[in-house]
């Protein structure tokens, strides 16, 4: 039973713009609130690094690749997070990873979802 799903990925042109979206169906309201999420990517044949995270405050933080292009965002009525993503390049390529942090110390990751972008 999965507990973050990811969604939205696919194949865009450079330039073109997705939204990924990350949802914790089996998260309690009150857990997903204090939850700190973020979204990281791995690329072909990279490690996988951090893309943009959220805290439960609504605090954000960006890998310097992606500021101004990426936007970071939660609805914890909905239990979801979302990754607005614009102005998309080639180097954006990759699997795109939703990670849950919980205040009892619990991490989850999702399975992921690809994002190509082509030239």
């Known amino acids: 039973q999965l507990q973050v799903v990811e969604s939205g990925g696919g194949l865009v042109q450079a330039g073109g713009s997705l939204r990924l979206s990350c949802a914790s169906p089996r998260t309690i309201f009150s857990v997903f609130s204090d939850s700190d999420m973020g979204w990281y990517r791995q690329p072909p044949g990279k490690e996988r690094e951090l893309v943009a995270t959220?805290?439960?405050?609504?605090?954000?933080y960006y890998a310097e690749s992606v500021k101004g292009r990426f936007t970071i965002s939660r609805d914890n009525a909905r239990k979801k997070v979302y990754l607005e993503m614009s102005g998309l390049k080639p180097e954006d390529t990759g699997v795109y990873y939703c990670?849950?942090?919980?205040?009892?110390?619990?991490?989850?990751w999702g399975q992921g979802t690809q994002v190509t972008v082509s030239s």
């Open positions: 959220i805290t439960g405050t609504h605090s954000t």
């Open positions: 990670k849950r942090d919980q205040r009892d110390s619990r991490t989850y």
